[in-house]
């Protein structure tokens, strides 16, 4: 059983840092695509970044420069490292994972609609 857990999130001030954690237990894919993805209040699930097993990761636009995405293969750990945090970047940020099989992110990551498993998210809240 494949269970995604995320950590790390907390509140932070504009032009703070703070690095998110997400551990992939039951998940032995040697070949995948992973992301996190984040939903704000009204607002709809937006992709912000996905790493595949090579280590190609894609980006959204609004966090290019900003975030950066990684996967610790030893200890099956995804990371998003966020620095230069605005205001606009609260939300509750999710992790997620494919059914297996895929050997990049597909340019449609984004939509999230290749992820099969997805963690209960976490919190981030970034004041002005």
């Known amino acids: 059983q494949v269970e995604l857990v995320e950590s790390g999130g907390g509140s932070a001030q504009s032009g703070g840092s703070l690095r998110l954690s997400c551990a992939a237990s039951?998940?032995?894919?040697?070949?995948?695509?992973m992301g996190w993805f984040r939903q704000a209040p009204g607002k709809a699930r937006e992709g912000v970044a996905s790493i595949d097993h090579d280590g190609a990761t894609k980006y959204a636009e609004s966090v290019k420069g900003r975030f950066t995405i990684s996967h610790h293969k030893r200890n099956k750990t995804l990371i998003l490292e966020m620095n230069s945090l605005k205001p606009e970047d609260t939300a509750m940020y999710y992790c997620?994972?494919?059914?297996?099989?895929?050997?990049?992110?597909?340019?449609?990551?984004?939509?999230?609609?290749?992820?099969?498993?997805w963690g209960q998210g976490t919190q981030v809240t970034v004041s002005s």
């Open positions: 997620a994972a494919d059914p297996g099989g895929y050997d990049y992110c597909t340019d449609s990551w984004a939509q999230g609609s290749e992820f099969a498993y």
């Open positions: 039951g998940y032995t894919h040697r070949r995948f695509c």
